[in-house]
């Protein structure tokens, strides 16, 4: 059997705010913002809400106008410090990047319009665990074509980095191959780039205050992969397919150009939109880069939102229209669904409408999918488009 994957071309089809500022004019020199010099009272009434990684302190201010801001000063880790700040309007300062779900002891501090702070307040606080742990405890690595696939599920979206680390026969130590920074709920990646030999791989989790979490190590062997030869692909056009616009046809979809013609359906179809074709023999997929037509069209148009892949092995498959929503793995008749698609939000994080040119950079780059590793071997695709970014 060969482990291939498809890079077959799916060629499917600032906002400016002008701020303005008036300047106060400037005599040559800063006057003080207090000549009083008195040493502010303290904050009382404290109290704690603790929650993963941090806390908020709450308390009562002095009766003093003088007043600027309270300072909380605090380790979070051995050596490394860290202050925040909350103005004399609030009654709550905000203390996080904890490393560790314990105790830790926080100082703190009034500060006065003439800079002059008061005597300490020490306040013990313990945070939840930090969310770079709770996300390092589901870790999971697994073999991948040309590397390794790795998942854990971060349920507080927050901004985390995964590490891999890969043996270096050269160095022979152990060294950091890829960093993989997100805020997705869910973590599910691969690294790829090996060959198939036994090598030990590590996986680690980060957060932007350089806590680090421990490593989970595995000794894995990456499974075989190469490039299907897109020249055996044919169109298989089964009577369900969906009617094609004249001269955007099916062998757009890999003929290695993602600037001309696509694959395009008629107007007034109805979904899904399908398209079928023979890859020229069977073989167990692995991933598939798809390029949505850019420009003017990125995220908009007939490009696809959400799609999927159904597969066939038999010689000469028969005909069966697909639903719009199917679960992955279903087989009806001779199909089977290889996996449901969606296609990702403009990385700028800007409206669909309101997209800029790095969102249309990232849609001519091709966006890579996986195909799921239990997905059986097939020599037949179906293309099956459930909804366009025009809806």
Not at 128 to 156: C, M, Q, R, W
Not at 325 to 352: C, H, M
């Amino acid at each position: 059997m060969k482990h291939s994957y498809i890079n077959s071309g799916l060629l499917f089809f600032c906002i400016s705010i002008l701020s303005l500022f008036s300047c106060k004019k400037n005599d040559g020199y800063n006057s003080p913002p207090s000549e009083d010099k008195t040493k502010p009272g303290v904050v009382t009434n404290i109290k704690i809400e603790n929650y993963n990684g941090g806390s908020y302190i709450l308390y009562d201010l002095p009766n003093s106008p003088n007043i600027l801001y309270v300072l909380a000063k605090y380790q979070i880790r051995n050596g490394v410090s860290r202050e925040t700040k909350s103005s004399y309007y609030s009654d709550t300062v905000k203390v996080e990047g904890f490393a560790k779900g314990e105790v830790y002891d926080v100082t703190l501090y009034t500060v006065s319009r003439a800079d002059v702070m008061s005597d300490p307040v020490e306040v013990k606080i313990k945070p939840k665990t930090p969310v770079y742990e709770e996300v390092s405890k589901s870790l999971f690595i697994e073999p991948d074509f040309g590397g390794i696939h790795v998942k854990a599920a971060n349920p507080f979206k927050k901004e985390i980095g995964i590490l891999i680390t890969a043996f270096n026969k050269s160095t022979q130590s152990m060294e950091v191959y890829d960093q993989h920074y997100t805020n997705s709920e869910k973590v599910d990646f691969s690294v790829r780039g090996f060959d198939t030999e036994l090598r030990d791989f590590g996986v680690f989790v980060t957060d932007r205050y350089g806590n680090i979490s421990d490593t989970l190590k595995s000794r894995l062997s990456p499974l075989f992969e190469q490039m299907l030869d897109n020249d055996r692909f044919t169109a298989f056009n089964l009577p369900s397919d969906t009617e094609i616009y004249p001269t955007w046809t099916v062998n757009n979809l890999w003929n290695g150009t993602a600037g001309g013609n696509g694959w395009h359906t008629n107007p007034n179809q109805v979904a899904p939109f399908v398209c079928t074709f023979n890859v020229g023999d069977s073989y167990k997929l692995s991933r598939f880069i798809l390029y949505a037509r850019p420009n003017q069209y990125s995220f908009s148009h007939g490009n696809p939102k959400r799609f999927s892949i159904w597969g066939s092995n038999v010689a000469s498959p028969r005909d069966i229209k697909l639903p719009t929503v199917a679960e992955e793995g279903i087989v009806l008749g001779d199909w089977t669904n290889l996996g449901n698609f969606r296609y990702p939000d403009p990385p700028s994080g800007l409206s669909v409408g309101a997209t800029n040119a790095a969102d249309n950079a990232f849609v001519v780059a091709g966006v890579e999918f996986n195909v799921p590793l239990v997905a059986p071997p097939v020599r037949f695709m179906r293309v099956a488009v459930n909804e366009s970014w025009s809806g």
